[in-house]
Each structure stands twice: as C-alpha cells, then as structure tokens.
C-alpha cells in the first residue's frame, strides 16, 4: 500500500524542478494529483505522465485562479487531503538582486507569488481538508527564509513568511487534524536552474559551500515532501525541515578544515 493511497493531493508549480518530482512520487504512493502550473502544458505533460492526475492552469498570486485549482480537485476526485505550495517565478526571483536597486512593483510580484500564494492556497484549501477530517499541507520555503543572502531581499522576506506561515496555521489547524510544516531546501539542480540561472562554476563553487559530497536533486526534496504531507510524520506539526545538506547548519571557516580533510582521505564510494 502507498504512503499516500487514497488521498487527494494539489502540488503547484507542478510542470518543472521540485514540484514536478514531487507530483511524481505522490502518483506513485498511491495519491490522485492535480499538477498545478501557470505553464499549462507543463502541466498537462506531467499529468499524462502520471496515474491518477488531471492539469490545471493556475496563477497563485490569482485569489479566482486559486479558488479554481481547489475546486478542480474537489470535482475531479471527491475532496482535499494534501496540499503543496510550492510554484515560484523563478525569473522574477533572478532580477531581486540588491535593495537599493529593487522595484517595488518587482517587490510586490516576489511576495504574490512566494508568500501571497501559500496563504491564499492555505486559506481555500483547508475547509475542503475540514469536511474530510483533517489534511496535511506543505509550503516549499527556503534556506534564503531562514539566513540571510547578499542577494533576494524580498524573496528571503517572502520565504521567511512562509516559514511563520506554517507556524500560524499549525496552531490555528492543528487540533482540528490539518497539519502544515515546510521544507527549505538551499541550491536544487533543477533544470531550470542547470540550463538557466547556475554556470558550471556557480555549482563547482557551490560544491564547496555544501557539506556533502553532491549537491541536492528535486527527488530529495520531494522525498521530504512526501514525508511530511503522509501519516508517518503524524505528529509533526509547524516545523520546517531543512533539505540544505547541512549548509546553514556551520560557521564558513568549518569548510576551511573539510577542505584539509578531503585533500587527506579518498573521496567517498
Ligand atoms: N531550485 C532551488 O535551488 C530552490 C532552492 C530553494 C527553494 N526553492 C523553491 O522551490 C520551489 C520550486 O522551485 P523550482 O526550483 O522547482 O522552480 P522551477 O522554476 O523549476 O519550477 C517552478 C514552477 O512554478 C511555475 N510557476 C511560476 N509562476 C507561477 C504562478 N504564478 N502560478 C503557478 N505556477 C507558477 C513555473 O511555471 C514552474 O513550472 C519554489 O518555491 C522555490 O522558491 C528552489
């Protein structure tokens, strides 16, 4: 038996990276899943993909368009269980470099999209969670939420919203049998990330930065998702798992010594 069978499951920003691998091993634990995208046929492509799933258009920053992609899973398959926030503009994203530099009008597109859309998906999900009894939500933060960058002001304000976000609607929902924890991954080799917005010397550095041996794939983010959205994480409930390799876990002078300690040992099999 699946670790989700049964259950009703929105993942958004579902046709690419996170939420795509994501959507996929919900299918494959047994949930119906309605892959949620802005980019309809990124959606539809995964859709197809997977068992029991139907596409859905959605902007997130859009209340009427979010109101929507509830309904549709609530039509297609009967009810909500499970719900990831998780779609993000990753080329708006790319332009919040500085805050002396930042448009406004840029600032309030970055916190629709990556703060906004979690409350307004919380807030449309959860009575549909209520009439099954209970559910289990997911907000994709981010370690930019939790530490501080040179670059992302506002995405980081966004994302550190996300993360007390999840915290106001663990205590507001959680007697009521909804849970809502988060997942803050730092640098995912996603594909839009690979082809668009990291040179091969950006993930050469990186590989410095992250205290494991390989830098982190969308299947170990989704693999936390899944986690947390099952019954096996019963009991968890307001938290935010970093999926960060350790990289906000150490001072930087830390990766001076691992440096010395890889030049001394083979590398690992
Ligand atoms: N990739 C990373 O390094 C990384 C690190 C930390 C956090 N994150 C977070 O992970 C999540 C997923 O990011 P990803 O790297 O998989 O990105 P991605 O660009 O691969 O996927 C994001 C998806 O969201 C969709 N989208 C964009 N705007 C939307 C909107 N308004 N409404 C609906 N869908 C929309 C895009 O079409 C795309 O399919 C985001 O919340 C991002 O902030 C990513």
């Known amino acids: 038996?699946?670790?989700?069978?049964?259950?009703?499951?929105?993942?958004?920003?579902?046709?690419?990276?996170?939420?795509?691998?994501?959507?996929?091993?919900?299918?494959?634990?047994?949930?119906?899943?309605?892959?949620?995208?802005?980019?309809?046929?990124?959606?539809?492509?995964?859709?197809r993909e997977l068992g029991s799933?139907?596409?859905?258009?959605?902007?997130?920053?859009?209340?009427?368009?979010?109101?929507?992609?509830?309904e549709t899973a609530v039509k297609s398959f009967g009810g909500l269980d499970v719900l990831h926030n998780n779609a993000s503009d990753a080329s708006a994203n790319a332009l919040d470099v500085d805050i002396v530099d930042l448009d406004m009008e840029l600032f309030d597109r970055l916190i629709a999209v990556n703060l906004k859309a979690h409350v307004m998906g919380c807030k449309h999900a959860i009575p549909h969670m209520l009439a099954r009894g209970g559910g289990s939500i997911v907000c994709t933060a981010s370690i930019e939420g939790i530490v501080g960058?040179?670059?992302?002001?506002?995405?980081?304000?966004?994302?550190?919203?996300?993360?007390?976000?999840?915290?106001?609607?663990?205590?507001?929902?959680?007697?009521?049998?909804?849970?809502?924890?988060?997942?803050?991954?730092?640098?995912?080799?996603?594909?839009?990330l690979r082809n668009h917005y990291t040179s091969p010397e950006q993930i050469a550095a990186s590989l410095e930065i992250y205290p494991m041996?390989?830098?982190?794939?969308?299947?170990?983010?989704?693999?936390?998702?899944?986690?947390?959205?099952?019954?096996e994480a019963a009991y968890v409930n307001g938290?935010?798992?970093?999926?960060?390799?350790?990289?906000?876990?150490?001072?930087?002078?830390?990766?001076?010594?691992?440096?010395?300690?890889?030049?001394?040992?083979?590398p690992p099999r």
């Open 239 to 266: 938290a935010t798992l970093m999926v960060d390799g350790g990289a906000t876990v150490y001072m930087p002078s830390a990766q001076f010594d691992a440096a010395r300690r890889r030049a001394s040992r083979p």
């Open 53 to 70: 799933a139907v596409a859905v258009e959605v902007d997130v920053s859009d209340e009427a368009s979010v109101v929507r992609m509830v």
């Open 149 to 192: 960058r040179g670059v992302r002001t506002a995405y980081g304000a966004a994302k550190a919203g996300v993360v007390l976000l999840t915290k106001s609607v663990a205590a507001q929902y959680g007697s009521l049998g909804i849970r809502c924890n988060a997942v803050a991954p730092g640098l995912v080799l996603t594909p839009a």
């Open 213 to 231: 041996p390989r830098l982190c794939e969308p299947q170990d983010v989704a693999n936390a998702v899944l986690f947390l959205a099952s019954d």
């Open 1 to 47: 038996m699946g670790r989700l069978e049964g259950k009703v499951a929105i993942v958004t920003g579902a046709g690419s990276g996170i939420g795509e691998a994501t959507a996929r091993v919900m299918a494959r634990e047994g949930a119906s899943v309605v892959v949620a995208d802005i980019n309809r046929s990124a959606a539809e492509r995964v859709a």
